[in-house]
């Protein structure tokens, strides 16, 4: 991989874990007509595109933690929450702590067939508005419900918004068997293409010495295939 990329994501990852941590506010206490606040990182299946390591974290209750995108491309995060069953949702508001979206998206499943085709509200902010909650009344029963963001400042080979906390509300009672949260192994299942596509590399380095074959076109042969297993073992270092 080269230095300077490197170099670049282990000061995204600091930036991100320990400027921001530092400035965020304080959590404003809840309407108490909301309900409570759900323990949805126990119950919902979630999932984000592209993927996120520390789902749970969104969910603590601690504004100096962050579910952190997998690393790779500038964009616009989303996340699915998918409930087991439906529920009477009244509030949803998210602290972002840097990229910040500044036009967002959240859907809903009215139904249960997934298809987060209802629209909840659509936002833009004439600022960005960092390190403090925004609320978006839901007041519907909902199977779950999809948070895009639209618009935005990404980080480098990041997506936006760096999420701190996301809290959702309702005055119904959940008591389900916990989900797996199944977006934090998607960051790990790349790694580990990654490292799989490695390996083969390394086995193919151990066979360039007698790769050499006699002839003119099979040495023009052999050294166009490895010029090509450079190229690739580049794009995934």
Known sequence: MNFCVLLAECLLIGFTLGVFAADTEQSKPADPAWGN????????????????????????GDLTTKGMWCLGAEGSG???????????????????????????????????????DT???????????????????????VHGLKFTALEGQAGYRAPFPILAEIEIYSKDKVSVPAAQV??????????????????????????RKPFIISG??????????????YFLQSLFS
């Not at 702590?97 to 987060?116: E, I, M, V």
């Not at 003119?216 to 297993?229: G, W, Y």
């Open 37 to 60: 606040p759900l323990p949805w990182s126990r119950f919902a299946e979630v999932s984000t595109l592209p993927g996120m390591q520390g789902i749970a974290l969104l969910n603590d």
């Open 216 to 229: 003119l076109n099979k040495i023009v042969v052999a050294k166009t295939f490895l010029t090509f297993s």
């Open 119 to 141: 629209l909840i509200k659509e936002q833009v902010d004439e600022k960005p508005v960092i390190n403090q909650f925004i609320a978006i009344p839901v007041v519907k029963k």
């Open 78 to 116: 989303e996340l699915t929450f998918k409930f087991p069953q439906p529920l009477e949702v009244s509030m949803f508001r998210f602290l972002q702590t840097g990229s910040p979206a500044t036009k967002y998206r959240l859907n809903a499943d009215p139904d249960g067939k997934g298809s987060y």
């Open 182 to 207: 199944k977006a934090d192994s998607e960051c790990s299942k790349r790694k580990g293409f990654r490292n799989e596509i490695k390996k083969v590399f390394a086995s193919m380095g151990k066979m």
